[in-house]
């Protein structure tokens, strides 16, 4: 495709009919899945998708349309309506939409790779999973064995109207299993590795890294051990989360929390609003003095790492949370301009056809000096660890959470003693992350990707990361859900 | 000229037939969905976000023996569709053999009538209408002295499907949605609509429900977390379903033995004043009349006062626990199995209105948020209400309450329920508001 003529012509339409600024991204997609349930292949998949969209503004106006044919005359009536889209909303315009200035980028990004997907055939992609799968159904009580490779490739191309022109190829990998037990008027399971396995930018050697096969069996037993379990207590504990939970917690309780567009009112209605509010920059005590945050949008391996983000901002990495106190938000170049802060390069798209939004990048707890699990433990007398998620819910300003998680162990003195089934935290945002009082070494830090986070009107997925390490909290409500 | 996938019936077949015409598989089956999708967000009274995305994919599944693949692509020149057809049958042969794929379903007659479910005018309907309809929410908004967040939607969607066992299917649809929050200083209050046709909606009475709702719970008091009378208005009871639907009502579930309904068909399992369906045809449905395979949509019962009766069926579950294909397939391949998608449940015999006056004291929920399941074989959910959550007393609303946290048993509250008399569509279900004693909440929130 002869990118700089077609990224023209759209541009030119939309400066013609009136748009002050313009941008156009073309994309293809291709989506590899394998999955394997109870031995037969459940599902085997290779999904390509190309396209382009125009994004205008005119007159303060955002006007956005996206179209899957790629011809001239498509384009130019796609860069047309995106105009007519921008001037219908003049009907109710009572705020003038600015951008903060990203700068002109001729640039181009490809993910780092040590193994080409394609090197790897459908087929032995198909063989793993079946061992993977036979590991799991080898211990009795397995009910539903399930396991997944994922394979994206996402090429894309931006333009706009301050000259740049940005090419990236991108490829992402991940994979997964679970095994679930059934029992007499209980259902447990076990995912591994973490909660939605593990998904990072990065070749072949993603999954290879994952060691689904290794961790199967155990997995398995796990699941089917849950089912005898003693349900864990109710109260007022200390408690340890793995890291894989932790990431989730900052996910939900910091990631969205300061998406900028969120605490700007612009998801009030679906995605909500946040307790974080402009006033609280800077003086705002979101946790304990050990608390760090980052939105690193460079972090190797990471989910949502990539070289500029889809309106043109390059990669960079912004403090969110400093010692404990609030002190940046991830901002797109609408919403920084609104507001007064800077970018953060994480406004993206779920694919060419979707308009681009503030999504949480790669949000990363800073690591602690806890060495092991075993340290984390050290000077609790009776607590719960928990490991991986299996419920998680939080207010639409993300104050009130409760989470779930799949197993737990009683913490005794110090130590790991008996295992509990489905073990529950809940809590208030800033006073849990207050509770922290120590973090896992490097380590222990794994760059957990979170492959569906959902967002937006209509409802788009987006691929974000939450580095995290094991994590020890203070006095924490738990065992809600159950009688607590 | 650009083809539209979206609109033209000739050019779809087209492409379905030269998918099935360059296919070496046993059997293979093309699958269309396209859709144009508009829709107008605004948040503070003004539009911040407006697009119209069009989109198709072609999806094919090849079938060699006991083994299948599937492949899709948008693009849809015959070498674009030879190519993902070479896939799919590459992808067929690399699958082992599973014994229970009975092969793709034949033609199995024809459909029921789910009514008129195209209309043009909300197909094509305009930015500048979707605009218009957000500005007379607006003019709501200021006379009540509140903002308001939300959008305004419409779009056609056709799905087609054709198979080398003779299946042939074509079928276009249009819908539409407004969501209105209006925000006050301490409150907010919320109302939404669906209709297949724009024109059947009224953004400017949802606004003034949404306004009032806003105003009413003005100042909103702490509730003590305990089990109160709830009364889930649609929108609310709309998500316990959904979610009943997703972990229990499709035979994926029932087989596995997760569902609550496993090895429950027949007995009792809800209040004898509970009865849901499936019914594509319901008219403030979506009326698609077939499912991902082109099999015809059954209207089945789910729970029949209170019994458990049938789940979803596709035709590899139907083939399988040897029953009937209800047509309820997603597409193919998917992680779920067969599901329901449009659930209607039949209606009680008094108003909102009049189970509002019978509630003493009680709690008014008009939406609720982020449910999760906390145990799948009890049904037990946890959640937060958001925007409209009111104390009830001696039949009257009394006042706004700040939100809640729920945890709480889907199928246990279904046995202590009254529902309500009026239908309404929320999403693809159609519903009742529903009264439920004894509604567990666990702790609160700051607004």
């Known amino acids: 495709m002869d990118f700089e003529n077609h990224a023209q012509r759209a541009l030119d339409t939309a400066t013609a009919k009136g748009a002050q600024y313009a941008d156009v991204r073309f994309g293809t997609t291709r989506d590899e899945h394998v ?15 190309s396209g382009f969209s125009v994004r205008a503004l005119v007159d303060g106006n955002w006007g956005f349309a996206s179209s899957a044919s790629l011809d001239d005359d498509e384009i130019d009536r796609v860069a047309a309506l995106a105009v007519d889209i921008a001037n219908a909303s003049r009907a109710v315009q009572t705020h003038r939409i600015e951008l903060l200035p990203a700068g002109k980028f001729i640039d181009s990004y490809q993910t780092p790779t040590q193994i080409d997907p394609s090197t790897v055939s459908t087929s032995s992609r198909v063989e793993y999973l079946l061992n993977v799968d036979k590991e799991m159904r080898a211990v009795q ?19 706009s109207t301050e000259g740049s022109r940005i090419k990236q190829s991108l490829v992402q990998c991940g994979s997964a299993l679970t095994a679930l037990a059934v029992g007499d008027g209980d259902v447990q399971d076990r995912q591994y590795p973490g909660t939605a396995g593990l998904y990072q930018t990065g070749g072949y050697e993603v999954i290879n890294d994952a060691k689904l096969l290794e961790n199967a069996r155990r997995a398995g037993e796990e699941a089917v051990a849950l089912l005898t379990a003693d ?26 929390a300061l998406e900028l567009d969120r605490v700007l009112g612009w998801e009030a209605n679906f995605s909500g609003l946040s307790f974080a509010t402009l006033d609280k920059l800077n003086t705002f005590r979101y946790g304990s003095d050990i608390v760090n945050v980052v939105c690193d949008m460079t972090c190797p391996k990471a989910l949502a790492t990539e070289g ?16 404990g106190v609030l002190v940046g938000y991830m901002a797109g170049r609408d919403t920084a301009a609104a507001a007064n802060v800077g970018l953060a390069g994480v406004v993206r798209a779920e694919y060419w056809g979707r308009l681009p939004m503030i999504r949480i990048g790669n949000v990363n707890l800073v690591p602690g000096n806890a060495t092991s699990l075993d340290e984390l433990f050290d000077g609790i007398k009776d607590g719960i660890y928990m490991e991986s998620n299996r419920s998680w819910s939080i207010d639409d300003k993300r104050l009130n959470f409760q989470f779930g998680c799949q197993i737990g162990y009683e913490i005794k003195n110090g130590k790991k003693g008996r295992l509990l089934k489905n073990p529950t935290y809940a809590g208030m ?24 986070c959902g967002k937006g009107e209509p409802l788009q997925t987006a691929r974000s990361c939450q580095g995290a390490s094991p994590v020890r909290f203070r006095n924490v409500n738990v065992g809600v859900g159950y009688g607590g | 000229m650009a083809v539209d996938f979206v609109v033209d019936q000739t050019e779809v077949q087209r492409a379905l037939d030269i998918a099935l015409a360059a296919s070496k598989a046993d059997e293979t089956e093309a699958l269309m969905m396209g859709s144009e999708s508009a829709l107008t967000r605004y948040t503070h009274n003004y539009i911040h976000e407006s697009m119209v995305e069009r989109n198709w994919q072609l999806s094919v599944r090849a079938v060699v023996g006991k083994r299948s693949g599937v492949a899709s692509t948008n693009r849809l020149d015959a070498d674009s569709i030879a190519g993902v057809v070479a896939r799919a049958l590459e992808m067929a042969r690399l699958a082992p053999e599973d014994q229970d794929f009975p092969g793709l379903p034949g033609d199995a007659g024809p459909l029921q009538d789910g009514g008129d479910a195209y209309d043009a005018a909300t197909a094509e309907l305009p930015p500048e209408a979707r605009a218009e309809a957000v500005a007379s929410i607006v003019r709501v908004m200021r006379r009540s002295e509140l903002y308001a967040a939300g959008f305004v939607s419409s779009r056609s969607d056709t799905i087609a499907i054709a198979n080398s066992k003779g299946v042939r299917r074509f079928f276009r649809f249009a819908d539409s ?14 109302a939404e609509g669906h209709a297949r046709r724009f024109n059947d909606l009224n953004p400017e009475a949802l606004a003034q429900t949404a306004a009032r709702k806003a105003n009413e719970g003005a100042n909103p ?17 709309r998500e316990f379903l959904g979610y009943l639907s997703w972990i229990a009502f499709g035979a994926q579930s029932l087989d596995q033995g997760s569902s609550f309904m496993s090895g429950k068909i027949g007995q009792p399992v809800m209040g004898a004043n509970v009865t849901i369906r499936d019914d594509f045809a319901n008219p403030k449905g979506l009326g698609v009349p077939f499912d991902f395979e082109g099999v015809p949509r059954q209207r089945i019962a789910l729970v029949e006062r209170g019994i458990a009766r049938d789940v979803a069926y596709d035709s590899y579950y139907a083939a399988k626990l040897k029953h009937a294909n209800t047509g309820h397939a997603l597409p193919a391949p998917n992680s779920y199995g067969p599901l329901p998608l449009n659930i209607v449940v039949d209606p009680g015999s008094r108003t909102l209105e ?15 948020w982020y449910i999760r399941l906390v145990d799948q074989k009890q049904t037990v959910i946890t959640g937060m209400t958001r925007d409209g959550l009111f104390l009830i007393q001696n039949g009257r609303i009394t006042r706004g309450l700040k939100n809640m946290r729920f945890n709480e048993s889907i199928v246990g509250a279904l046995n202590r329920c009254e529902l309500a008399s009026e239908l309404v569509r929320s999403e693809s279900h159609v519903l009742p508001a529903v009264r439920i004693e004894d509604f567990n909440f666990t702790s609160g929130t700051e607004f």
């Open chain 1, 35 to 49: 999955e394997v349930r109870n031995g037969v292949v459940a599902g085997l998949s290779d999904a390509e998708s």
């Open chain 1, 429 to 452: 945002t800033p006073e849990f992350w207050a509770s922290c009082d120590a973090i896992g070494d490097q380590s222990t830090w794994v760059a957990w990707g979170t492959p569906n």
């Open chain 1, 141 to 159: 009580g397995v009910t539903v064995s399930r396991s997944w490779i994922d394979v994206w490739h996402t090429d894309k191309l931006y333009a």
């Open chain 2, 354 to 368: 009049d189970m509002i006056a019978s509630v003493e004291r009680g709690v008014l929920v008009s939406r609720t």
């Open chain 2, 221 to 237: 008091e702490v509730l003590e977390p305990g089990k109160y009378t709830v009364i889930l208005e649609p929108p609310a009871f």
């Open chain 1, 308 to 323: 500029y983000d889809d309106e043109g901002t390059p990669a960079k990495s912004v403090d969110l949370i400093r010692n």
């Open chain 1, 231 to 256: 349900q864990s207590p109710s109260g007022t504990k200390d408690i340890v989360l793995s890291g894989d939970q932790v990431s989730l917690q900052i996910h939900e309780s910091i990631g969205h």
């Open chain 2, 177 to 190: 949605a407004i969501n209105i929050k209006a925000i006050g200083p301490s409150s907010s209050g919320y």
